[in-house]
């Protein structure tokens, strides 16, 4: 999600019982709104924030925003967080981390990408309507390129033995390139 989706957050967007978290429209005119759905790890965060939540600032209302932020402590659970970016930096430095906030976005679609996951997937995920603008995210590594390559190869090789084998048993030569 973009920084300024995720500061927008509120606790109405998330189904718990489909496990699933709705974006409303972005600021950028690709954001038309999407839905995404939670994995196990998300969920999990997503609980635990929850508790946390509650714990601190009662049971949330609908409308509220789920990262609360700004100097005004007795209506957090009403602000929108000003930015992430702070807290970003202060997990980074502490975590001994290198990278920009907007870096785990791209990491991401990348990791997608690689992992085969279809366009039309990856940018219902990461709310791009053209493929040019997922091509700006979706850096794939040339290790990623060479296992690709190396696969179609292996698929390849397995193929032409499976020829020669059939050939073999029908007493048939063939050629095979």
Same mark, same amino acid.
């Given at each position: 999600?973009?920084?300024?989706?995720?500061?927008?957050?509120?606790?109405?967007?998330?189904?718990? +019982?489909?496990?699933?978290?709705?974006?409303?429209?972005?600021?950028?005119?690709?954001?038309?709104?999407?839905?995404?759905?939670?994995?196990?790890?998300?969920?999990?965060?997503?609980?635990?924030?929850?508790?946390?939540?509650?714990?601190?600032?009662?049971?949330?209302?609908?409308?509220?925003?789920?990262?609360?932020?700004?100097?005004?402590?007795?209506?957090?659970?009403?602000?929108?967080?000003?930015?992430?970016?702070?807290?970003?930096?202060?997990?980074?430095?502490?975590?001994?981390?290198?990278?920009?906030?907007?870096?785990?976005?791209?990491?991401?679609?990348?990791?997608?990408? +690689?992992?085969?996951?279809?366009?039309?997937?990856?940018?219902?995920?990461?709310?791009?309507?053209?493929?040019?603008?997922?091509?700006?995210?979706?850096?794939?590594?040339? +290790?990623?390129?060479?296992?690709?390559?190396?696969?179609?190869?292996?698929?390849?090789?397995?193929?032409?033995?499976?020829?020669?084998?059939?050939?073999?048993?029908?007493?048939?030569?063939?050629?095979?390139?």
């Amino acid at each position: 999600m973009r920084d300024a989706e995720i500061r927008g957050l509120t606790w109405s967007q998330i189904d718990w +019982e489909k496990k699933i978290l709705t974006v409303g429209r972005s600021e950028t005119d690709a954001g038309t709104g999407r839905t995404i759905p939670l994995n196990g790890t998300l969920l999990d965060a997503l609980v635990d924030h929850t508790r946390w939540y509650s714990m601190r600032f009662g049971d949330a209302k609908p409308e509220w925003y789920m990262f609360p932020g700004g100097g005004d402590r007795r209506r957090t659970q009403r602000c929108r967080s000003p930015h992430s970016r702070p807290e970003w930096n202060n997990v980074r430095k502490k975590a001994g981390g290198a990278g920009r906030w907007h870096d785990s976005r791209h990491t991401l679609i990348t990791e997608l990408a +690689e992992n085969g996951a279809g366009d039309e997937t990856i940018m219902g995920i990461a709310g791009h309507v053209s493929r040019q603008m997922l091509s700006r995210y979706a850096h794939i590594r040339t +290790e990623a390129k060479r296992r690709a390559l190396e696969e179609a190869e292996r698929n390849r090789a397995a193929a032409v033995e499976r020829m020669r084998e059939a050939s073999k048993k029908q007493d048939v030569d063939v050629a095979v390139p």
